[in-house]
């Protein structure tokens, strides 16, 4: 088949049986152009190629989001660490306060 031709295949419906409803679903689904598929089928690879880079960004976003967690982790550890030295720094002073009171 060249690429100018284009094939059109249809279905007759008829609206005097009870199952005409179903008929024209038939009808509809089978009214595809080649060109149309074409269409189609570009749409769905572009869809594709989306789903593809959005994936890999999620996994980019994930790693960022551990190492993130491993610095907020860092940074908590740094701030424990030098709250314990105030309130360690602040009760050798009262005791020393108090020891020279005595």
Avoid: C, F, H
Avoid at 73 to 101: E, S
């Amino acid at each position: 088949m060249t690429g100018s031709q284009t094939k059109s295949y249809n279905l007759r419906a008829t609206y005097d049986t009870p199952l005409s409803s179903i008929e024209d679903m038939e009808s509809m689904r089978s009214t595809w152009t080649d060109s149309r598929l074409d269409d189609l089928s570009g749409r769905v690879g572009d869809l594709n190629k989306r789903v593809g880079t959005l994936a890999e960004e999620m996994r980019e976003l994930r790693t960022d989001v551990k190492e993130l967690r491993g610095e907020i982790g860092a940074l908590q550890r740094t701030m424990i660490q030098v709250g314990g030295g105030l309130v360690g720094t602040l009760l050798i002073g009262m005791l020393g306060l108090i020891g020279t009171q005595l």
